[in-house]
């Protein structure tokens, strides 16, 4: 049976998307995703929203006319993989930024906070999964940012147990996990990266939160975790301080054995030990 092939998640906007991007060489929107978004808000069309339905179906078409057998939805809402699904969370304040070092240090940005207890909104990537999966026969996958990155991405002002805000997150992602195999979406992947810089949290409680995620999803769902090492905002930095490789040896054994489908790991920019597999 051949290999299947998939793209992560994000993909580049067409040029007449008002949300920012973080492959434009002008955009601040990867250190500063919600300043970056702010400041495009009072500037954006009405009728953004068709504008929005116009670039997935664009990019949707594109990886399916490439070959790709399950391609995504481009990510062409999101301002930042992360801070897209937070604005739908409740406890999670925007408006209430906190300075917070990111990815061991490397630069300070401003982070929405955790207020209150997270619970999940109103779901919202069903539609986003059904205009992408109308214009093409292919599956199309949804991905989802995970618990342990939803939280080394914004500041805890309201846990004092972070296994605890790790539970009531995953409870959260759950509901729009369920959402989305009700639907009929067959392909979800939760992206974990802080997995790679955090082993001994993933390991702890990280994969444990992350199995809550998928919790009752039918056997007919693909479930996808992606961890990359992590990338700077411009793609080939040579100053950025990647999560080491090694790591994926020390989470192998435990997501080996959890209830997993298909792990993505990074190895084009960051080439692995091949014993891995």
Avoid at 88 to 115: C, H, N, Y
Avoid at 198 to 223: M, T, Y
């Amino acid at each position: 049976m051949p290999i299947r092939t998939t793209t992560i998640g994000a993909y580049p906007k067409p040029d007449y998307v008002p949300i920012p991007d973080w492959f434009r060489e002008e955009s601040t929107v990867a250190k500063d995703p919600t300043k970056a978004l702010d400041d495009c808000i009072d500037c954006q069309d009405p009728q953004v929203e068709e504008v929005l339905d116009r670039a997935t179906r664009e990019v949707v078409l594109e990886q399916a006319q490439l070959g790709i057998d399950v391609p995504t939805d481009g990510e062409v809402r999101r301002e930042n993989y992360i801070h897209y699904h937070c604005r739908k969370l409740a406890g999670i304040d925007f408006t209430r930024l906190t300075p917070k070092a990111m990815r061991d240090g490397q630069w300070t940005v401003e982070v929405p906070t955790i207020s209150g207890p997270v619970k999940a909104g109103a779901g919202f990537l069903v539609r986003d999964w059904r205009v992408a999966q109308a214009v093409t026969e292919n599956p199309v996958k949804i991905t989802l940012p995970g618990p342990m990155t939803i939280i080394d991405s914004t500041c805890n002002s309201f846990y004092e147990d972070e296994r605890k805000l790790a539970v009531d997150l995953a409870a959260a992602i759950n509901r729009e996990v369920c959402n989305l195999a009700e639907a009929g979406c067959t392909w979800i992947q939760i992206d974990e990266p802080i997995f790679a810089r955090k082993p001994d949290e993933a390991l702890a409680f990280g994969i444990e939160s992350l199995e809550r995620c998928f919790h009752g999803v039918p056997d007919r769902v693909n479930r996808t975790i992606h961890i990359c090492c992590g990338y700077p905002d411009r793609l080939d930095s040579d100053n950025y301080q990647k999560a080491p490789s090694q790591n994926y040896f020390r989470l192998a054994p435990a997501l080996d054995e959890a209830a997993l489908d298909a792990i993505s790991i990074e190895d084009a920019h960051r080439p692995n030990d091949l014993s891995l597999l």
